[in-house]
C-alpha cells in the first residue's frame, strides 16, 4: 500500500508546493493539481457522488477566523454542495480563534456557513487548542455538551474525540464504543494528527501510543486531523488512511517538509475535502477556495480485523 516514488507537481511560489506519490501497483488511486489563483465566479470542478446511497460529508478544520478565506471557503462548499449534495460538515478543531464572544460565534461560524446552516446542513465540532472547551455546549457544533462523542450516518460511525487532553476516562470511553460498534465504516477525528510531515509541529507521537493501538485493533478505517495549517495525505499507517485538513482558513505556506509519510500535499491555498463512503470504496476530492481540484482518490475499505483469541467462545 506504500507509493513508491514523489512527483512534484507544480511549485507556486518558493516553499510552497503541491506534489503526489503514487504507483500504478498502488490501491490508491489518486490524482493532484495546484491551481493558479482564480476569481471568486470561477466555476468548481466537483466530482458528483458516485453511488445512490453512500454518505456523504465535507470535511474543513482551523477554520473560525472571520477573515475572507474562511467565507471564500464557505461560498465554494456552499456551491460545491450543488453538484456533490453532501448532509453534514465535520470540524476538526480550532472552531474559533481569539474572542468567544456571541457576536465572535456569528462573524466565525454563521455568517461563513450561512448557505449550509440555511440549508439544515449539520457540522459535527471538535475541540482544538485554540478552542475554549465551553464550545461543547454551542448548539450549532452539536456536540451535546461532552468533549468527546460519537454518532452514525448510515453504516458508518464516527468518532469526534478531544484530543488536547486524552486522558483515562476517553481512552476507556473510545475502547468501548469500538468494541460495540458494528458499522461498515469507522471514522476518527480530532485536531493534532498522529503523523504529519508539518516543519512547525509534526507527528503527534505521545497522542498516537495512546489511540493508534486501539484503531488497529478495532478496525478504524479513516482518521482526520487539523492543527496543520494545510492539507496532507499520509501513506497509509497499519491499515489505517489518515489524513490533514487544517488549511481550511489559516495556511502556513512551505511548512511541508518532503519526506516518507506523505502521499500528496498541498500548502499553497486554503483548501477543504469532501468525502463519500460507499459500499466497498471511501471517494475524497480536495479543493481549493477557488474550486480548482487538489488532491482526489478512491481509498478501498480493509477487511475487519480478526477478533482476538481471548474474545472467542471456548471450546473446553
Not at 457576536?103 to 440555511?118: G, N
Not at 480530532?190 to 493508534?212: A, C, I, M, N
Amino acid at each position: 500500500m506504500r507509493a513508491s516514488h514523489l512527483l512534484v507537481a507544480s511549485t507556486l511560489s518558493i516553499g510552497a508546493l503541491a506534489y503526489v506519490a503514487g504507483s500504478p501497483a498502488s490501491p490508491i488511486t489518486a490524482t493532484s493539481a495546484a491551481g493558479m489563483q482564480q476569481p471568486a465566479s470561477a466555476p468548481t470542478q466537483v466530482t458528483p457522488p458516485r453511488e445512490k446511497d453512500s454518505v456523504r460529508f465535507a470535511i474543513i478544520g482551523d477554520t473560525g477566523t472571520g477573515t475572507s478565506s474562511q467565507y471564500q471557503v464557505g461560498e465554494r462548499l456552499a456551491m460545491s454542495r450543488q453538484m456533490f449534495p453532501f448532509d453534514f460538515v465535520i470540524m476538526l478543531g480550532d472552531n474559533i480563534y481569539g474572542s468567544e464572544r456571541p457576536q465572535d460565534f456569528i462573524t466565525k461560524f454563521e455568517k461563513p456557513y450561512k448557505a449550509l446552516l440555511d440549508a439544515k446542513v449539520l457540522f459535527y465540532a471538535s475541540l482544538g487548542n485554540h478552542d475554549d472547551p465551553t464550545q461543547r455546549y454551542y448548539k450549532p457544533f452539536n456536540m451535546n455538551g461532552e468533549r468527546f462523542y460519537t454518532f452514525t450516518k448510515g453504516n458508518a460511525r464516527f468518532f469526534a474525540l478531544d484530543s488536547n487532553y486524552m486522558d483515562q476516562a476517553q481512552l476507556k470511553w473510545l475502547e468501548e464504543q469500538l468494541s460495540r460498534a458494528n458499522e461498515r465504516w469507522k471514522i476518527a477525528y480530532f485536531h493534532h494528527p498522529l503523523y504529519s510531515s508539518g516543519e512547525k509541529h509534526g507527528s503527534e507521537v505521545d497522542l498516537r501510543t495512546q489511540v493508534e493501538p486501539l484503531f488497529i485493533q478495532h478496525g478504524v478505517d479513516v482518521v482526520f486531523a487539523g492543527h496543520e495549517h494545510f492539507y496532507e495525505r499520509i501513506k497509509p499507517q497499519n491499515g489505517i488512511y489518515y489524513f490533514i485538513e487544517g488549511g481550511s482558513a489559516k495556511l502556513r505556506k512551505g511548512d511541508i517538509r518532503v519526506g516518507p509519510l506523505t502521499a500528496a500535499g498541498f500548502d499553497t491555498d486554503v483548501t477543504f475535502m469532501l468525502a463519500e463512503l460507499g459500499k466497498d470504496a471511501m471517494q475524497f476530492q480536495v479543493l481549493s477556495r477557488n474550486g480548482k481540484p487538489i488532491d482526489s482518490g478512491s481509498l478501498p475499505l480493509a477487511e475487519e480485523p480478526k477478533k482476538a483469541a481471548e474474545n472467542k467462545p471456548s471450546t473446553r
